[in-house]
């Protein structure tokens, strides 16, 4: 299958999918939402993979969604606004339903969009150098997008997730490391080598015994998800049509304060 937006490879019982747009610091559109959801119907019915891994190319893991296309999105119709980013929340739920273990190897900025696909990989792996953050709060929208509000607590708890979310900060990789955002966190050079020994470690273990521990792990901690994702579509909706996601937009370009008026 080609690809645009994607890099699909195999290689010892791995898959890697490489977002491959690095002139846009590997921003998510509409186009590589749907070349994602093709690559996972395709590890899956191919049988080539045991484990996926997700990464960028260039200097950015993901830098978030394509503002471009939040525009046009955001200036359409209220029920074709939803219908869209519904689009995109199940890209998520995609990922984290596939039952073969998942990594992301974060070798630079994991932003808004990008922070979501990385926190919907089972285990995370970064450059000394990688940065995280929710960052939407500070378009205009809301933080609570492609299933973060209900992932992010589950990893680093209530009280982390609640501070990410709410500021939009963006951390480094050793902060994220320390609140158990990064499972591991190792120099630039030494990322893809790192990742690819984990990968090829999981992907000597039994494959029925690894999907079964996916399985639960999956029970254990996501479901509810679909129901949550739902919400999220809704509110974010709303936040994409307000005046302030147009200020948020429109000062990131201008490179100035938003000024938020709460409309």
């Keep these: 299958m080609q690809f645009e ?26 186009r590589m939402i ?29 830098a978030g969604a394509d503002l471009e ?12 606004l939803e219908r869209n980013l519904r689009l995109w929340f199940m890209l998520t739920w ?18 808004g969009g990008g922070f979501a696909l990385a926190i919907a990989c089972d285990i995370r792996i970064a450059a000394e150098d990688a940065r995280a953050g929710t960052v939407f709060v500070q378009r205009g929208a809301s933080s609570a997008d492609m299933g973060v509000s209900w992932i992010l607590p589950r990893i680093v708890g209530a009280g982390w997730a609640a501070e990410l979310m709410f500021t939009g900060d963006i951390i480094d990789a050793a902060k994220a490391e320390r609140i158990g955002l990064f499972n591991h966190v190792v120099p630039r050079d030494q990322l893809m080598q790192t990742v690819r020994d984990m990968a090829v470690k999981l992907a000597a273990g039994p494959p029925l ?14 479901e509810g998800l679909q129901g949550h994702l ?3 579509c809704a509110t974010q ?27």
């Excluded at 070349?35 to 993901?62: H, N, P, W, Y």
Aim: aromatic share 8%; with cysteine.
């Design 94 to 111: 995609r990922i984290k339903n596939i039952e073969l273990p998942t990594i992301a190897a974060v070798n630079g900025h994991a932003l």
């Design 209 to 222: 015994g690894l999907k079964f521990t996916k399985r639960a792990l999956n029970r254990s901690m996501w």
């Design 69 to 80: 296309d939040l525009q046009k999105a955001a200036a359409s119709k209220p029920a074709d």
């Design 237 to 263: 909706s709303l936040a994409f049509l307000s005046d302030d996601f147009n200020e948020g937009v429109k000062s990131f370009y201008e490179k100035r304060p938003a000024q938020f008026k709460g409309s």
């Design 34 to 62: 749907h070349e994602l959801m093709q690559a996972c119907d395709e590890i899956e019915q191919s049988g080539k993979a045991r484990v996926i891994v997700f990464t960028g190319a260039g200097r950015a893991f993901c």
């Design 5 to 30: 937006t994607i890099i699909l490879e195999y290689s010892d019982n791995v898959a890697t999918v490489t977002l491959n747009q690095p002139d846009k610091l590997n921003s998510i559109g509409m």
């Design 230 to 232: 739902n919400l999220e």
